[in-house]
């Protein structure tokens, strides 16, 4: 029987307790190893281009770079970059959703208990589905900075592909959507393929953004 490697994480915030707090909870799982830690954003970029995790959680507000601009560096310099959880103090904070459109894969609450933290982690390291879904939709919806007209990915999409971004923007996975629509997995994750392609986003979260800013959301 083979076990699956730890799941290796980078811990970046400017305060030692809020860093020591999390090292503890994730620490504490045999699945999740704390790799390394940053307490300025541009260290975070140094660290993570050092270690190679697979997960970071980044506090938005550091000194030097804030954690947008190192989630930016982050995801332009390297080739298979970790993915990248946003660490806030309140769901309406105004940095999430640029952080979000910077190709952050989801945001959490410091306030979050042990539990939701090391879900969060799971989720986004193992599975194709958005953290928060609801969460996303709501700040997509609220914060989105409309194009005057539909982008031209808009027209691309087949009707197909139309189906799968609506329901990626559900948080639904692959596996959902296949019984969903009744067709095979493989042919989801073509759809879903194409849809990241057309869109020119790196992931679900980036897809599910750029789907409500260009109007698509609220079109049929």
Known sequence: MTTCPPV?????DDERMVRSALRAILSAEPDLEVVGEAA???EAVSVVRELRP????????????????????????L??????????????????????RAGAAGFLLK????????????LVSHTDTLLFPS??????????????TPPPWVARLTGRESDVLRLMAQGLTNAEI?????????????????????TGTRDRTQAVIAAYEAGFMNAR
Do not use: C, W
């Open 40 to 42: 300025t954003g541009a």
């Open 178 to 198: 296949a019984r969903r629509m009744e067709v095979g997995p493989a042919t989801v994750k073509s759809h879903v393929a194409a849809v990241l392609a057309k």
């Open 54 to 77: 697979d997960v970071v959680l980044m506090d938005v507000r550091m000194p030097e770079i804030d954690g947008i601009r190192a989630t930016e560096q982050i995801l332009a310099t």
């Open 111 to 122: 306030r979050s208990d042990a539990d939701a933290l090391v879900q969060a982690v799971r």
């Open 135 to 148: 969460a996303v939709r709501a700040l997509a919806a609220e914060h989105a900075r409309a194009y005057p």
């Open 8 to 12: 290796r994480i980078v811990l970046a």
């Open 79 to 100: 080739d298979d970059p970790p993915r990248i959880v946003v660490v806030i103090t309140f769901e309406n904070d105004s940095y999430v959703y640029d952080a979000l």
